[in-house]
């Protein structure tokens, strides 16, 4: 049994990066590095959250777009921009330029994030759908569009960027409900990286999981705090 689960170790952990170049492994290792610390600040509701999670998305976008992961390719480059957005709005609402207050949503909101949700899922499908001219290098010869290509990695991935994108936007807003979004999407992104054979990336998603199951409890409590003081 130990043998079996030393193999089963050894297939996930280590056999996937025999074919790695250093820098390859570097990359996805500061990247990981990156985002655990970007996640730290966010429980914290500190604003370094943002400089450290741009460094994180950066990278990604490069290791996913390699790794054909559209979807979450897509993510990382809208974390980046929404990072920006995030960061300027934390800091126009932190009256010591590095912490903020938070609430829950509104019912506008909560309307707006489900129809961002439904709007990503559409988008991220059409990009999915024009997959095989995007690999075939902008040319539709000898092309053949559709969703065939698609495993079930690839839906996952079309999922977990809807997910993504309303934690972001929730985040951005200072909004508790990001959290739930953070829990479900890490969640799932799990077995989707070990399938992609991206061991180090699914135990950041498994740390990512636990850390924001930690924020949403930490979020709630500040907020239940601060009802008390006031109260």
Same mark, same amino acid.
């Given at each position: 049994?130990?043998?079996?689960?030393?193999?089963?170790?050894?297939?996930?952990?280590?056999?996937?990066?025999?074919?790695?170049?250093?820098?390859?492994?570097?990359?996805?290792?500061?990247?990981?590095?990156?985002?655990?610390?970007?996640?730290? =600040?966010?429980?914290?509701?500190?604003?370094?959250?943002?400089?450290?999670?741009?460094?994180?998305?950066?990278?990604?976008?490069?290791?996913?777009?390699?790794?054909?992961?559209?979807?979450?390719?897509?993510?990382?480059?809208?974390?980046?921009?929404?990072?920006?957005?995030?960061?300027?709005?934390?800091?126009?609402?932190?009256?010591?330029?590095?912490?903020?207050?938070?609430?829950?949503?509104?019912?506008?909101?909560?309307?707006?994030?489900?129809?961002?949700?439904?709007?990503?899922?559409?988008?991220?499908?059409?990009?999915?759908?024009?997959?095989?001219?995007?690999?075939?290098? =902008?040319?539709?010869?000898?092309?053949?569009?559709?969703?065939?290509?698609?495993?079930?990695?690839?839906?996952?991935?079309?999922?977990?960027?809807?997910?993504?994108?309303?934690?972001?936007?929730?985040?951005?807003?200072?909004?508790?409900?990001?959290?739930?979004?953070?829990?479900?999407?890490?969640?799932?992104?799990?077995?989707?990286?070990?399938?992609?054979?991206?061991?180090?990336?699914?135990?950041?998603?498994?740390?990512?999981?636990?850390?924001?199951?930690?924020?949403?409890?930490?979020?709630?409590?500040?907020?239940?705090?601060?009802?008390?003081?006031?109260?």
């Amino acid at each position: 049994m130990l043998i079996f689960d030393r193999m089963n170790l050894y297939d996930l952990f280590v056999k996937p990066y025999e074919n790695y170049s250093s820098l390859q492994i570097l990359l996805e290792a500061t990247g990981t590095f990156f985002g655990i610390l970007s996640v730290y =600040f966010s429980i914290k509701k500190n604003i370094w959250v943002y400089p450290t999670g741009i460094i994180s998305t950066l990278i990604y976008v490069y290791i996913l777009f390699n790794f054909g992961l559209l979807g979450d390719c897509m993510i990382n480059v809208y974390y980046t921009a929404m990072s920006i957005y995030g960061w300027v709005l934390w800091s126009k609402n932190s009256k010591d330029h590095i912490h903020v207050e938070v609430s829950w949503a509104t019912n506008k909101e909560r309307i707006f994030a489900g129809i961002l949700f439904v709007l990503s899922i559409a988008l991220v499908t059409l990009i999915y759908y024009y997959k095989p001219y995007i690999d075939n290098q =902008f040319s539709l010869e000898g092309t053949h569009l559709g969703l065939y290509h698609l495993d079930w990695a690839n839906w996952l991935d079309v999922i977990t960027t809807s997910i993504f994108l309303v934690g972001m936007w929730f985040m951005a807003k200072q909004r508790i409900e990001n959290w739930i979004f953070w829990i479900i999407g890490d969640f799932i992104c799990i077995p989707m990286m070990i399938f992609k054979e991206l061991a180090i990336t699914s135990v950041q998603y498994l740390v990512f999981t636990i850390m924001a199951i930690l924020g949403y409890l930490n979020w709630k409590k500040s907020l239940k705090e601060k009802s008390t003081i006031k109260s």
